[in-house]
Each structure stands twice: as structure tokens, then as C-alpha cells.
């Protein structure tokens, strides 16, 4: 089984600075990747970094990367430079990495960052 | 990036009626497919997993005699919301992940269900 938390409901930041949202999951799996998913108000699941848990480095897309501490369970997402588009509600996300075609996902219960001009 | 595409964005339905949502794989193959519903300013909470030629996996609390899952093909997997209630109103996502699995799975647009 596997739980995911998220224990910023709501985060700001001011255009062009960096933010940092926390999670940190708990899972019986020895291999598991994890993810963090941006949610606009569109409602559309858009992807914005993945981690697989047997990689010491932190995965890094452009202007966000991911602090993995595997021994704490810890997986956090910085926005550097942050812009308005980057508003949205962000869910950090873990699956088993066994199954074969697609994996469950487990959510935590969301981040809602607001970017403020 | 992979494409799940889903049908209807948006439905109104009377109680007591049915209604079906589509979840189409557009370019690539998905043995299986996930149902999640998410509530307003919550997360999502996975209903089911669809195997294609098999049943359908529910998770617990997930009532599988209304919301029915078909998974015919390769790149369809369908929810029917049986005899339908306004607390069975919410917003239905599905997700499909493709082979080799890399965890990571495409997500549809959503369905928004409003049952008057």
C-alpha cells in the first residue's frame, strides 16, 4: 500500500521567485516511481516531473526540479522563476514500478499555488 | 506525449437515468485503463482499474453494480453510471498507461457529471 501527504493546502509566491511545495509518502514497494502532476483550471492532469525511486539524482525539467530524500521519504518540487501560468493545484503522486502496463497512481491531496504579478 | 482522449467533457442527466463516458487511447495501445472521480478542490481518488478482455478491478467502497466498467478494446474502456443520483455528481477522469511501463500515466480531459 501507499499513502502520499501533502501538508500545504494553499502556497503563494511572487512572479519570478522560487517556491518549494512539500510531500513526503510511505510505501512497502522497493521499486516505486514518483511524480508530481499540475492540475490548471482546466481540470486537464498535466505531467510536470517524474522520479524513479532507484535514482540517486534528482530528476530536473527546466525551471523545476525535485528534491528526493529516499531514507526520509520526502519528495519535493521547487519552482524556480516562478510565472503566472505556473498557478494551478499540484499533486504529488507515487506508483509501484512492478506492474507491468500502467500503474495506480496514489495522490496526495493537492497543493493549490497561487503566482502573484 | 502519449493521448487519452475522453467523451463526454460534460453531461446533464436526469436521476434515475444513465450515463456513459468514453475514454479512448488515440495513438497507442492501453491494456489498461483507471477511473478516478475527484470531488471540488479535492484529489483524485482512483474508483477502478479497467483490464481490457477481464473484469474490472474496484477498489474498496466503490459500488460496481452502478458504476459499470467496459474495457472491449485496446483503446476504450467506458463508465456507465447507473440509474444515476445528484450525489453521483462529480468529475470523472480516466488514465491509461502503455507499454513498456514507465509509471507514468496520460490522463483525459474529464468528464463533468451534473444529475438533477
Known amino acids: 500500500a501507499q499513502t502520499v501527504t501533502q501538508s500545504q493546502p494553499e502556497m503563494s509566491v511572487q512572479e519570478a521567485e522560487t517556491v518549494t511545495l512539500s510531500c513526503t509518502y510511505d510505501t512497502s514497494e522497493s521499486d516505486y516511481y514518483l511524480f508530481w502532476y499540475k492540475q490548471p483550471p482546466s481540470r486537464q492532469m498535466i505531467l510536470v516531473i517524474r522520479?524513479?525511486?532507484?535514482?540517486?539524482q534528482n530528476a530536473t525539467e527546466n525551471r523545476f526540479s525535485v528534491n528526493f530524500q529516499k531514507a526520509a521519504k520526502s519528495f519535493s518540487l521547487k519552482i524556480s522563476d516562478s510565472q503566472l501560468g505556473d498557478a494551478a493545484m499540484y499533486f504529488c503522486?507515487?506508483?509501484?514500478?512492478?506492474?507491468?502496463?500502467?500503474?495506480?497512481?496514489?495522490f496526495g491531496e493537492g497543493t493549490q499555488l497561487t503566482v502573484n504579478p | 506525449g502519449a493521448v487519452v482522449s475522453q467523451h463526454p467533457s460534460r453531461v446533464i442527466c436526469k436521476s434515475g437515468t444513465s450515463v456513459k463516458i468514453e475514454c479512448r487511447s488515440l495513438?497507442?495501445?492501453?491494456?489498461?485503463m483507471f477511473w478516478y472521480r475527484q470531488f471540488p478542490k479535492q484529489s483524485l481518488m482512483l474508483m477502478a482499474t479497467s483490464n481490457e478482455g477481464s473484469k474490472a478491478t474496484y477498489e474498496q467502497g466503490v459500488e460496481k453494480d452502478k458504476f459499470l466498467i467496459n474495457h472491449a478494446s485496446l483503446t476504450l474502456s467506458t463508465l456507465t453510471v447507473t440509474s444515476a443520483h445528484p450525489e453521483d455528481s462529480s468529475f470523472y477522469i480516466c488514465s491509461a498507461g502503455g507499454r513498456p511501463n514507465t509509471g507514468e500515466l496520460f490522463f483525459g480531459e474529464g468528464s463533468r457529471l451534473t444529475v438533477l
Open positions: 495513438d497507442f495501445q492501453a491494456t489498461t
Open positions: 522520479q524513479e525511486a532507484y535514482k540517486q
Open positions: 503522486a507515487s506508483s509501484p514500478g512492478w506492474e507491468t502496463s500502467g500503474s495506480r497512481l496514489t
